[in-house]
């Protein structure tokens, strides 16, 4: 089977899509599944094989991300036509969908999309001159209209299916979230991270992980951070990741006289540097109301390292059942609390800390990937059979315009 996926991000943008796209293409290579991925060049990156980079202009308002080219999309399908494609999976609703959906037409091939953020609590953030209302109602129209177009929706959680079935989108939903390589956060080197970056091998530590923007919600562990430090004085929180509210949230710290207690760390290499942040912590902690699935959590799982974390939208299938982790409050001082409990109790955060990489173990990669191929193939399925009838698939060759 080949697939054709089109994304508007990959790396060397780091985030969660870049992250769930690298991850189902290694894993479905090693199922027979041959993915090749267009998407945009942030600089001089070259295309290789799997993987087309395409032009792409810089964004205002959002100097991380790039717009790719439409046009060279297009131009894309005379090679795809000779190289056959059974299907169009589109990762993102920008460039990559109206592209996506135009391919599988010309291709004649299904076309499904992942629906990965929550683009209603988003915009704001990115355009603060508009009325949140207006914005809101904007992304619930533009994500009905472009879902409704496609033959399936992915979404990685059940509050993302409750969301869009809100939004009047008809298209049938499979909730299929992306799944983790446990592997790599499994050999983190606890004593060289702590080494590394000057913190004292017996001093707490909560660590968060993930793009610095204003919807993480990581103003929220700063005030939680100032009262659990009235119980625990020399309690560190570790900040990674980069992203546009970084300037701000280092200027919230130390107006919350947090100078000596927040370490913001920057972008960590995913190979080495994050498995050993996990490995470097004592409690993974997260506050994001947004989060569509919220991959950290399972990867500080897979590390051993036990959660606190805010149990909305699509971090509830994760942290509901409560195992190798504790719901957070959705309210400062409790919630910090609840940060001061864990550290001053180590026999509940050891339990927690068991239990969790064998819970994470249910999120591989290597499951949802095999999921993934079943979707892939049930999709295409249903495809032939719609509109090409009769006892057997039709060659390809007949499958294109």
Not at 5 to 29: H, K, Q, W
Not at 200 to 208: N, V
Not at 365 to 378: I, Q, S, V
């Amino acid at each position: 089977m080949r697939i054709l996926m089109i994304s508007d991000v990959y790396f060397p943008r780091v985030n969660g899509v870049s992250t769930s796209i690298e991850t189902f293409r290694t894993c479905l290579a090693q199922q027979g599944v041959e993915v090749t991925l267009v998407a945009p060049r942030y600089g001089s990156e070259q295309s290789s094989d799997g993987l087309i980079r395409l032009p792409s202009r810089s964004i205002p308002l959002d100097p991380e991300d790039r717009l790719m080219s439409y046009r060279a999309a297009l131009e894309l399908a005379p090679r795809l036509e000779q190289e056959g494609y059974d299907l169009v999976h589109i990762q993102t609703p920008f460039v990559a969908h109206y592209a996506g959906v135009a391919l599988a037409r010309r291709l004649g091939i299904p076309a499904v999309a992942t629906y990965h953020t929550l683009f209603e609590e988003y915009l704001y953030h990115y355009i603060p001159f508009l009325p949140r209302e207006w914005l809101r109602g904007l992304a619930r129209r533009y994500s009905r209209r472009q879902c409704n177009e496609l033959a399936r929706v992915i979404v990685p959680s059940t509050a993302m299916a409750e969301r869009l079935r809100e939004y009047g989108v008809g298209t049938a939903l499979e909730i299929l979230p992306t799944g983790i390589p446990l592997e790599r956060f499994a050999k983190g080197d606890r004593a060289a991270f702590r080494q590394r970056h000057g913190i004292a091998p017996d001093r707490p530590q909560a660590l968060f992980v993930g793009r610095v923007a204003h919807e993480k919600n990581i103003d929220f562990l700063l005030e939680a951070l100032q009262l659990a430090c009235r119980r625990i004085p020399d309690l560190c929180l570790v900040v990674t990741g980069e992203g546009p509210a970084r300037p701000a949230l280092e200027r919230r710290a130390e107006q919350l006289g947090l100078r000596n207690n927040v370490l913001f760390l920057g972008y960590l290499d995913r190979i080495r540097e994050l498995p050993d942040a996990y490995a470097g912590s004592d409690l993974f902690v997260f506050a994001s109301r947004t989060e569509t699935q919220g991959l950290v959590l399972l990867e500080a799982m897979a590390a051993g390292l036990p959660v606190l974390g805010l149990a909305a939208m699509g971090t509830r299938d994760i942290l509901e059942p409560e195992r190798g982790c504790q719901v957070g409050a959705d309210d400062i001082p409790r919630f910090a609390s609840q940060m001061a409990d864990l550290f001053e109790t180590p026999t509940k955060r050891q339990r927690l800390a068991a239990e969790a990489p064998h819970y994470a173990a249910e999120w591989s990669d290597r499951a949802m990937a095999g999921r993934l191929a079943t979707f892939y193939e049930n999709v295409c399925r249903q495809h032939r059979e719609q509109f090409h009838p009769g006892p057997s698939p039709l060659p390809r060759v007949l499958n294109s315009p």
